[in-house]
């Protein structure tokens, strides 16, 4: 399993790429999964597609998990 830190941010101000410059709030760590690749992709400019299944600490709400792991491992900074 891969251990990260779950982040949720509390303002949107920036743009993607810039998102480090926004408010957030640590919620814990979680544990992941290794990757599994649904679809490949083209080799261009539409990236490979993966699933993944998270582990965290019990308690917290359910909702601000989904958008803090949107937060932490979605999007693209490039």
């Known amino acids: 399993m891969i251990k990260a830190g779950l982040t949720l941010r509390t ?17 814990g760590s979680m ?7 649904l679809q490949p ?8 597609v993966f699933i993944q ?6 308690g917290l709400d359910r909702e601000q998990v989904k958008r803090a792991l949107v937060d932490t491992l979605g999007g693209s900074r490039c």
């Open 11 to 27: 303002s949107r101000r920036y743009a993607s790429g810039w998102d480090h410059l926004d408010s957030s709030r640590y919620l």
């Open 53 to 58: 299944r998270a582990r965290v600490a019990p």
């Open 41 to 48: 992709g083209n080799g261009y400019d539409i990236g490979p």
């Open 31 to 37: 544990k992941l999964t290794a990757p599994r690749l």
